[in-house]
């Protein structure tokens, strides 16, 4: 079995969590649960939104939380915006984050306009102003964000020649703008993914482009979010989104309730348990998972953090 | 891709389910639950356990539920007892059920000492005494089931060496009985399988047996059950255990509280929609989880339990 070495998980909890919980969450915890991450070997860590309070109650206190995080060396601390006003507010906190846009397009054009108010046309011409805006504040765009990737609550199933045509698009708004972008995510922002689902995008994206880093991330909103990673791994992917205890969910998915990302400790569960290094201490992820239920107050979907890992018996059949 | 083009999934929730919830749940219920569990599409449905009830006193009512259930046309109901004193209660409904034996052995020895209080050589004097009275009885001994395929609570990790050994016990026994036994499931007791170890344990034991029919029980108790029955499914594995909601979790783990066995409904999604048939109504079984929810009175598990399924959404994409 043909496995990476060692891939990186991204750890998206706060961003993705506090996004979609009802709450209100007391910005103190939102704070203790990112010091609490840096606490896991976790490379990277997306912090939070700077986003429309109107639209994202969650985020209303983005400033507070990124004044109140300790950063810890050695740790990439992002954050995400929209437009110009939420890139503004980013830059406030330039010593802290690593700051980079992204050029994000749906493969569905219902679930933009339905996101976003915008059809295909109008997400490029965002995009490509987006992107201006950037290079104008000297920020790299990092990666190419192929939302609904694998399939759409509104638009159905998602073919991988829209896929294709979706980073295309992408890749030309970099072009014009004379900016090369190595990296794509292939986001199943609704949890339509499947191990074969993820095999064909990935297969016909590398056909035609073969020098893309192809990133993953899953929701495992039907269970099937590990076995997506599975099959992730398997053709070599080796960079995934994670959320700690399975926190998050697309609150614009018209699916309210409907589980969140995979949980991070369940995938460097997957990994370390096959041999594949992540770099993370897996206890202390479980512990930040518990700490995120007592958090948002109610129990999250991770089965790890119920089980535990399996070092402790490991350690006592000894 | 090649994956099989069908499979069958064995319902084991109403016994995997009650032997560990606390309860106490009605009769009339677990009846309930096999009832409509019937109206799935399901070929094997194993109904309960015929028990010690001072050990398992969820299933103090077998009888009664064995009487009461009402059997459809075409579907196999199946039930187990582990001594002769249950084999005469399972004797009892010979016309409801398909009354077949197994020979099971662990893997593990120490989870069959602290499980059943025997070690390897009394778990082969056991299992020798059981099929001798099932050939007395005039009944089949149906599979080898190896329990603790993949790793143990109590011995921690267990090698494919191990696996193989069982595996041969097991066939000897059906040897010395003059039984020929051609499938043998392998069971995650403890939620220790990976998609690495489902591979080496299966490998293993097709190098050596190439005409056995190896079927999966896995548990999902760190959220690696669907990625473990997907390495199955590349394998060619066509018979799985599930069970509804993610009813279950074994009661001799030494770890209360775990998720129990794959659900039904997620393993059926997954091959449904990778094209795989299991002549399953997905939309029946989940409303077949929620009922599952009602009885035990806690939320289940699954995943696709809360989100459904995507024929709605593809219905008004269309």
């Not at 922002?189 to 192809?214: F, H, N, Q, Y």
Request: net charge negative; aromatic share 6%.
């Amino acid at each position: 079995m043909d496995l990476p070495k060692r891939v990186i998980i991204s750890e998206e909890g706060p961003r993705e969590g506090f996004q979609i919980e009802k709450g209100p969450i007391r910005t103190a915890d939102k704070i203790a649960l990112v010091d609490a991450l840096s606490g896991c070997g976790l490379a990277h860590i997306q912090v939070g939104s700077f986003v429309n309070a109107k639209h994202v109650p969650g985020w209303a206190d983005a400033e507070e939380v990124f004044a109140g995080f300790v950063p810890r060396e050695g740790i990439d601390y992002s954050a995400v915006w929209f437009n110009e006003a939420g890139l503004r507010r980013a830059l406030a906190f330039k010593d802290k984050l690593t700051l980079a846009g992204f050029i994000s397009l749906s493969a569905s054009e219902p679930f933009a306009i339905r996101n976003l108010n915008r059809d295909r046309a109008g997400q490029i011409e965002a995009m490509t102003r987006y992107v201006q805006v950037h290079r104008d504040a000297g920020l790299p765009i990092g990666k190419i964000i192929v939302m609904a990737a694998f399939g759409c609550n509104f638009a159905g199933d998602i073919s991988t020649a829209k896929v294709v045509e979706t980073v295309a698009d992408a890749l030309a708004i970099a072009r014009d703008a004379c900016i090369e972008v190595n990296d794509v995510t292939l986001a199943d922002s609704m949890g339509w993914a499947t191990p074969r689902r993820v095999a064909s995008a990935i297969g016909a994206v590398r056909d035609r482009w073969p020098e893309l880093k192809i990133a993953l991330h899953l929701h495992d909103t039907r269970g099937q979010g590990i076995a997506c990673a599975y099959e992730g791994l398997r053709l070599g992917v080796t960079s995934f989104d994670a959320a700690v205890g399975g926190l998050g969910g697309c609150p614009f998915a018209g699916q309210p309730g409907a589980p969140g990302n995979i949980a991070t400790e369940e995938l460097a569960l997957l990994c370390e348990e096959m041999g594949i290094s992540t770099g993370l201490d897996l206890e202390a992820l479980i512990e930040v998972a518990r700490l995120a239920e007592r958090i948002v107050g109610h129990s999250l979907p991770s089965a790890a953090l119920r089980s535990g890992t399996l070092a402790t018996f490991r350690r006592n059949a000894a």
